[in-house]
């Protein structure tokens, strides 16, 4: 069964809008991390924000906030304000285990369109 | 923060060469690297786990003797890819772990090898 799962292989959003990316996940691990990264059409991978599964606040980064569901097993990402740059694609990421040493496994990331 | 570097960024080999990719972490020491696969449009594969001073271990699939990976320093791993063929053409990225930090996965720039 897949770890990580990204339903929306494409999305749009009209610039200056909200837009939630949506991220499941499925482990039986008490202690986890979930990350998302924005991978724009250069290739490298920038680290956007962090939930740890004790964390009982959703994050928040800038524009970026996670909707944490523990219950639901779900992270989804928050984009408010959207902006052109921000058109890129978008990995939901879960990491195992209590420390930063475990291995990340990777959802198949959801591509997002800002409209001008 | 944090930065990896790879190099080469790109490279064009021809079939049955072999090519090395260097993954550095340049301003922290990092006990564990990972190397990552990405087909255009995909998600990210992990291939390994490269741990300084020992073996990698390698995830299920990926051909060890093909896919040689070297971690002979804390701030140096490297992806050998032997016998190159065109199936091999992808995009690699390497990230690596710094121990002080809480939770971050650090991500090289990716290096595009091309096998003709």
């Known amino acids: 069964a897949q770890k990580i799962t990204q339903t929306q292989p494409g999305m749009f959003v009209q610039e200056k809008e909200a837009v939630t990316l949506d991220c499941t996940y499925d482990t039986s691990d008490q202690s986890y991390g979930l990350f998302w990264y924005k991978q724009p059409s250069s290739g490298e991978m920038i680290f956007l924000i962090y939930q740890g599964s004790y964390d009982e606040q959703n994050a928040t980064e800038g524009r970026y906030s996670l909707n944490f569901q523990k219950a639901r097993k779900s992270a989804n990402l928050v984009i408010s304000a959207s902006q052109l740059g921000d058109s890129a694609m978008y990995f939901c990421a879960m990491r195992e285990g209590p420390t930063n040493a475990g291995k990340s496994t990777f959802g198949d990331g959801t591509t997002l369109t800002v409209k001008p | 923060g944090a930065v990896v570097s790879q190099h080469p960024s790109w490279v064009i080999c021809k079939s049955g060469t072999s090519v090395k990719i260097e993954c550095r972490s340049l301003d922290f020491q990092a006990t564990t690297m990972f190397w990552y696969r990405q087909f255009p449009k995909q998600s990210l594969m992990l291939m390994a786990t490269s741990n300084e001073g020992s073996k990698a271990t390698y995830e299920q699939g990926v051909e060890k003797d093909k896919f040689l990976i070297n971690h002979a320093s804390l701030t140096l791993s490297t992806l050998t890819v032997t016998s190159a063929h065109p199936e091999d053409s992808s995009f690699y990225i390497c990230?690596?772990?710094?121990?002080?930090?809480?939770?971050?996965?650090?991500f090289g720039p990716g290096t595009r090898l091309t096998v003709t």
């Open positions: 990230s690596a772990r710094d121990p002080a930090a809480a939770h971050e996965q650090y």
